[in-house]
């Protein structure tokens, strides 16, 4: 990208953007985490961590933390549910050798030996699922983030990074396919901050990850879900044939909009729900993989395994489709799993929608390892009395 277009790109993003009160938020959270780490990992005795306090940095950490909303600030979707930080915290305080090593990545100044001692950390953490060491170093990056906002990005991900250089064309990038995960995770952060400011573009790297993920520029580097754009890169036009009565269309938009954000709830809520009862989300390199888990055929909207068998489980959000549209994709994702990932052993698939209707019994009378689950929004307000 020239120089003056992505000036004009950043002015734009910036039109809207309170930088000064970002700024104070981030200071405050910062602390917030720092306090956190001092008080209570550091801390040096082996209680458990209260969950309360522990999830009010989730809420700084993660944009899915329980209690966040559109608005709050947080350092980014870090894909790692909530149960899961629980865990690793409690994991990191009562492991010294794993707290003091991470300590010392917060602290060091020496960008080579900062790289080193993440390798360190992926090196003792090797074989322990705690979702603190995986390959796109979400986690590792979201506190580097949190304890330092002014000069660690929260892009977290080493995909997303990768995006960015290749994007942006910014020179210095790692070898994302043979350097150590360390160097990746250091040098990354430090050659897109160094390519920001060699276009003059100085200011934090919240500031720069909240421009990459802005509207003006998220379109340009980064691709969701390749489906929804169309082969010359613009985005594909849906329309509602209104006329089509055979159609089925969520016409209340408030259950749209709980569907929408459905997918999310369900995972970051995982271990509370009758589903998390029954079934493991899957962790493969310790990250979750199991939201929008990729097959050669599409995305799965989630993909879990039974807990005493271990046998795969196709999860499908209606989301507005229809029912026969809902159960084709349902049908096609078993087939691939069996297939791909299970050797002829059972695939069970599970539909979660807001109502059962008549078309979706018939279509799935015919597939086998089959359930429905109907999903409830319960919203109350009572009102406070001094």
């Known amino acids: 990208m020239e120089k003056q277009q992505l000036n004009q790109l950043f002015n734009s993003f910036l039109a809207n953007y309170d930088t000064e009160a970002k700024n104070a938020v981030w200071e405050k959270q910062s602390k917030q985490f720092h306090d956190f780490w001092v008080t209570k990992i550091m801390s040096g005795d082996r209680e458990e961590l209260n969950d309360t306090e522990t999830d009010q940095i989730i809420k700084i950490l993660d944009r899915n933390g329980k209690g966040n909303t559109k608005e709050s600030e947080a350092v980014a979707k870090a894909m790692i549910p909530q149960g899961a930080w629980r865990r690793m915290f409690n994991e990191i305080k009562i492991n010294k050798n794993l707290s003091n090593l991470l300590n010392s990545i917060f602290t060091e100044k020496d960008v080579d030996k900062r790289a080193e001692l993440i390798n360190e950390v992926y090196k003792l953490n090797e074989g322990h699922r705690n979702n603190l060491t995986g390959p796109s170093g979400n986690a590792i990056n979201a506190m580097l983030a949190a304890f330092n906002p002014v000069s ?3 892009v977290i991900s080493l995909k997303d990074r990768r995006k960015v250089f290749e994007y942006f064309g910014f020179e210095g990038a790692p070898d994302f396919d043979k350097d150590s995960i360390g160097k990746k995770i250091i040098f990354s952060n430090i050659e897109i901050m160094r ?11 919240r500031t720069i990850s909240d421009f990459l993920y802005s509207s003006e520029a998220k379109p340009l580097w980064k691709i969701e879900h390749e489906d929804d754009y169309a082969p010359w890169g613009g985005f594909k036009e849906v329309s509602v044939n209104k006329e089509d009565t055979t159609s089925e269309v969520l016409v209340d938009p408030s ?7 459905l997918e999310d709830f369900l995972i970051e809520n995982w271990d509370r729900t009758e589903l998390g009862q029954r079934y493991d989300l899957i962790e493969e390199e310790g990250e979750l993989k199991s939201q929008q ?3 050669g055929i599409g995305r799965i909207d989630i993909l879990a395994q039974e807990k005493e068998t271990k046998n795969y489980v196709v999860i499908e959000l209606k989301k507005g489709k229809t029912s026969d549209d809902t159960v084709g994709q349902l049908a096609r994702y078993m087939g691939w799993i069996e297939e791909n990932k299970t050797n002829g052993k059972t695939v069970k698939g599970i539909i979660i929608a807001s109502q059962y209707d008549e078309r979706l019994y018939y279509a799935l009378k015919k597939i086998k390892d089959t359930e429905v689950y109907l999903y409830k929004i319960d919203f109350k307000l009572q009102e406070f009395k001094k």
């Open 255 to 261: 259950v749209f909009y709980m569907e929408s954000q």
């Open 152 to 154: 660690n990005l929260s």
């Open 293 to 295: 888990y990729q097959t």
């Open 195 to 205: 390519g920001f400011n060699s276009f003059g573009l100085n200011y934090s790297a």
